[in-house]
């Protein structure tokens, strides 16, 4: 049986050249017969393994190299049927209702604002391997 689901919107830094980017994931949690919690991750309509284990890491899209997310908000989605009082609407004719939604476009996990990337540190930085500058300029 589903408990919940929801989209989760997981952020990811690459520890190499520090990119930073979000990708928006559907989540299923599901409690199975047995009474054990399990929950499903997917990727646009595909399923996907959890962006937060290492099997699940997603590739930087600078370098390659692939990172473990880290969630950084989530929209809970209620489950049908809901609360007796909740608005809806009856389905009179499944077959013709809303059809424009079977031809609507996907939306996609990266179609949401990226925030900009920062450049490469500077020559001089203390990232080069040099001393950070004291407040008066001197070196320590």
Not at 15 to 23: A, D, L, M, S, Y
Not at 28 to 44: A, I, K, N, P, V
């Amino acid at each position: 049986m589903i408990t919940e689901l929801a989209v989760e919107r997981v952020e990811f830094t690459c520890g190499h050249c520090w990119r930073q980017w979000t990708v928006d994931y559907d989540v299923q949690h599901y409690s199975d017969s047995d009474g054990r919690d399990w929950e499903y991750f997917s990727l646009d309509g595909h399923p996907a393994q959890s962006p937060y284990a290492p099997r699940g890491a997603q590739p930087c899209p600078g370098c390659g190299r692939h990172w473990v997310g880290r969630i950084l908000a989530r929209r809970p989605v209620p489950a049908p049927p809901g609360l007796a009082d909740r608005p809806r609407e009856p389905v009179t004719d499944p077959a013709g209702h809303r059809a424009e939604r079977r031809h609507a476009p996907m939306l996609g996990a990266h179609d949401h604002a990226q925030p900009v990337q920062p450049g490469p540190p500077g020559p001089g930085s203390w990232t080069e391997g040099s001393e950070p500058e004291s407040t008066t300029g001197e070196r320590r």
